[in-house]
């Protein structure tokens, strides 16, 4: 519904953004594809593109959605457009050799919208000035139905010759003049919104509804002027007041739903200050200046209860911060001096001193910022599907309406009208509009919480019905390092004694095995005396390490400790079948003794047993398929409690498998790192991406899960199967709420103010369903989420190749 101020605001208010230091606020530079491009990359001027995200005022429908993607599709230079009327918010590719943010900014207008940046603080703004007008139009009609009602009601209860001629005008001329306020402000965006659908020849959700006021308040006041006319046995002033009163509160509702919502989508991306302290050394202190203006080098302070406006380290001061955004996890995170921070997160304690290392899209949040905006403006298929519907729906009520009254005219010309009226109103179909992306985004706002991004709407539709769940190993079922198994001291030796010797080597050596023995030890308290002698320590590749030490616990006088292969250290140990690192140690006189032997394994995500159990309790199959060796392969899958696995694949190898259980039907899900799974991630019905291996922008997942929480996975397919069943529940009430009404209202046994309040209950149930989604994740072992409805896939359905692995 298109503000007046939005029909006369001249170009010229946007001609600011035009300039090329201005689009980094509501946008970032991409490809033709629309693909973003890692930062600081260097792209010729004629292959230059930006992905911008904009705020639309005026808009809440399937049909204005559409609407507003023809105009920006027809602007030269503009290569994509896509328009969420459950956002509200719209991505434009442009190419600025072409075009002006400016140009396709003026097209919006003319359409009867208008168009502010994304990451304006204007935007949100104008969002609670309108949020505020709405709030007034709805108290207006509040208390003017009223009193309207108190000037109705002896009407329905008087006797006949209770009421004098005289009276009963009276009392239509009060209810006339108190309906002025209803109609002339009250109704005014639906009725600006009509004239703009006439002007430019179109159909929006208004008009319909703009008609029946329109006739209605015509109607009631040709009848109070000519009460002997053909309109003058009865006034519809109630009606008018209470169904402009219902769809406001309608709409008011449902705004501040959405808000809590899928709204909470711009929370997320706003979340950065406006403005920052910044050092400035002319000063000699720090000055407040726009985040914007940031650049690698500078020094900044935060203050407790800031978010860090950019990546940097700490350099002075020390604090904890919230990290929610970037790992899904709530508790605070300690930053002492020297420490990282991250832009996005929150200051939680101190003023602390920071030195900025990373600004604008070169930071993580950034990225997540860019994922969120891209699945924001997204159309489902069945939200695709419905915006085709709306236009062609509209025109078929507009038919109906005229249809009916044509139908009632020789009986009752007044009765007539209002019938049509009723028509008009009942059969908007903003609950049809609204049935599939208001749940799709707030799921996805209940993911992005929990720690996982949605990349692609569409993915949680495709998740749904998936039936088999592929896992790559390591990095994902197994985090990067390893895992101290056993310890095996020689006779005469403890396992506190040869873990400390172990870690005076281990701690020299970034080694996954040296990192595990180093940990594990110093995890025990298991460390030598400082005053213990270290020398030569020495790490040769590929083989292990070796150090000289003298007086160590165990070891009196002088000793050359090895860690490594048995070979290196120059024993013969029992092969073990997982991993080990033999310690030794060999006296001045070349005595060699063995002092230990260490089992170790790859360290397995503490909850991918859980997951993994989640999965197949969820009547999901579970495969895993891993380059590393089968040995090691079959070892981590026994572990986790998967029976069918898969190594030594090459990438291309596991396209292959996957292809083949794709064949024989099934929907797969692929769940992998993304640093060398590109191809499967991209060839997978549906996949996951874990965000601390990969970066962000180039990752080819439906779904980037940030933290390390494997069971995430799990729940987010239980959430995608509630989603699927809230969208169907919405899509069903649609339907039979317009199956039902339709027949009452053209039978003319629907008066107007029912009609206003079932469009308004029917778009509000749709909301407060789809709302049910922004509850915490559904566990998965849980009665609820057992009873949900699952795609069934028997463990023993799967492919021949992989099984015989």
Not at 236 to 264: C, H, I, K, P, Q
Not at 378 to 405: H, S, Y
Not at 612 to 635: C, E, I, K, N, T
Not at 656 to 669: C, F, I, K, P, S
Request: proline share 6%; charged share 15%.
């Amino acid at each position: 519904m298109p503000g007046a101020e939005s029909a006369t605001e001249p170009a010229a208010a946007h001609t600011l953004l035009d300039d090329p230091q201005e689009w980094t606020g509501f946008g970032r530079q991409c490809t033709p594809a629309g693909t973003p491009l890692p930062a600081n990359a260097q792209v010729p001027p004629q292959d230059s593109c930006w992905d911008s995200q904009v705020v639309l005022d005026g808009m809440h429908c399937a049909a204005c959605a559409l609407t507003i993607e023809d105009a920006l599709r027809a602007v030269p230079g503009v290569l994509q457009a896509d328009v969420s009327a459950a956002t509200r918010r719209a991505r434009v590719v442009w190419q600025p050799g072409q075009v002006r943010p400016s140009a396709w900014m003026e097209a919006v207008r003319r359409a009867g919208y208008r168009a502010l940046p994304a990451m304006d603080a204007f935007a949100r703004e104008q969002r609670l000035r309108e949020s505020r007008k709405a709030l007034w139009r709805w108290l207006v009609a509040g208390f003017c139905m009223m009193q309207v009602m108190m000037y109705a009601w002896p009407a329905y209860v008087a006797q006949p010759g209770d009421l004098t001629q005289e009276m009963e005008t009276l009392l239509r001329w009060a209810s006339w003049v108190i309906s002025l306020p209803v109609v002339f402000f009250a109704c005014g965006p639906f009725f600006t919104s009509a004239l703009t659908d006439l002007r430019l020849r179109r159909v929006s959700m208004d008009l319909p509804v703009a008609l029946g006021m329109a006739i209605t308040f015509v109607v009631s006041t040709i009848g109070t002027f000519e009460p002997d006319g053909i309109f003058g046995r009865e006034v519809y002033y109630d009606s008018l007041t209470m169904f402009v009163f219902f769809l406001l509160t309608g709409r008011w509702l449902e705004l501040r739903l959405r808000d809590r919502t899928a709204g909470a989508l711009e929370a997320v991306m706003n979340r950065l200050p406006d403005s920052v302290l910044r050092w400035d050394a002319t000063q000699g202190d720090f000055a407040r200046v726009a985040t914007r203006r940031l650049a690698v080098g500078d020094t900044i302070r935060v203050l407790p209860s800031e978010a860090f406006p950019a990546d940097g380290r700490i350099v002075q001061g020390s604090t904890h911060a919230d990290e929610a955004l970037l790992t899904g996890e709530s508790t605070p995170v300690a930053r002492p001096q020297g420490s990282t921070v991250t832009a996005g997160s929150y200051n939680l304690q101190a003023p602390v001193d920071v030195v900025v290392e990373g600004v604008g899209a070169a930071t993580r949040f950034a990225q997540i910022v860019a994922l969120m905006e891209s699945a924001s403006s997204q159309k489902p298929r069945l939200a695709r599907l419905a915006d085709r519907i709306a236009r062609p729906f509209l025109v078929a009520v507009l038919v109906a309406a005229g249809l009916a009254a044509a139908w009632w005219w020789p009986t009752d010309p007044g009765h007539a009208l209002m019938v049509a009226v009723a028509v008009l109103i009942v059969t908007c179909p903003c609950a049809l509009s609204l049935a599939t992306p208001v749940a799709m985004l707030t799921a996805a706002g209940t993911l992005a919480r929990q720690g996982v991004l949605v990349r692609q709407l569409q993915g949680l539709e495709a998740l749904a019905s998936v039936d088999t769940v592929v896992f790559d190993k390591t990095g994902t079922l197994t985090r990067d390092g390893m895992a101290l198994r056993t310890v095996q001291p020689a006779a005469g030796h403890s396992r506190a004694q040869v873990l400390a010797l172990a870690e005076v080597l281990a701690r020299r050596s970034m080694h996954p095995v040296s990192r595990a023995l180093a940990q594990q030890a110093v995890a025990e308290g298991a460390v030598l005396p400082p005053d213990v002698p270290v020398q030569d320590a020495e790490e040769h590749a590929g083989l292990g390490l070796s150090a000289w030490v003298y007086n160590a616990p165990g070891l009196p006088g002088r000793w050359c400790l090895r860690l490594g292969s048995a070979r290196h250290a120059r024993v013969s140990a029992p092969l073990a079948q997982g991993l080990q690192a033999v310690l030794s140690a060999e006296s001045a006189d070349g005595a060699v003794q063995t002092l230990a032997v260490f089992e170790l394994t790859e360290d397995l995500r503490e909850d991918a047993v859980r997951t993994v159990q989640q999965l197949q309790a969820a009547g999901v199959a579970v495969q895993m398929l891993s380059g590393d060796r089968r040995d090691a392969v079959q070892r981590v899958a026994q572990q986790a409690g998967i029976a069918q696995a898969q190594g030594e694949c090459t990438p291309k190898g596991k396209l292959a498998l996957l292809q083949a259980l794709q064949e024989q039907g099934h929907q797969v899900a692929m769940v992998g790192d993304g640093l060398n799974d590109g191809p499967v991630l991209a060839g997978a019905h549906v996949s996951f991406a874990f965000g601390r291996s990969v970066p962000l922008a180039q990752a080819r997942s439906d779904f980037v899960v940030l933290g390390d929480r494997l069971e995430l996975v799990a729940q987010t397919l239980l959430l995608a199967r509630r989603t699927l069943a809230i969208v169907r529940q919405n899509l069903w009430w649609a339907a039979a709420y317009n199956a039902l009404s339709v027949p009452l209202a053209v039978a003319g046994w629907m008066p107007a103010w029912l009609a206003g309040l079932g469009m308004a209950l029917s778009s509000l149930l749709v909301v407060l369903n789809a709302a049910r989604l922004a509850r915490a994740l559904p566990d998965p072992t849980s009665s609820v989420a057992a009873a949900l409805p699952v795609a069934a896939a028997p463990s023993s359905s799967v492919s021949p190749t992989v099984e015989a692995a």
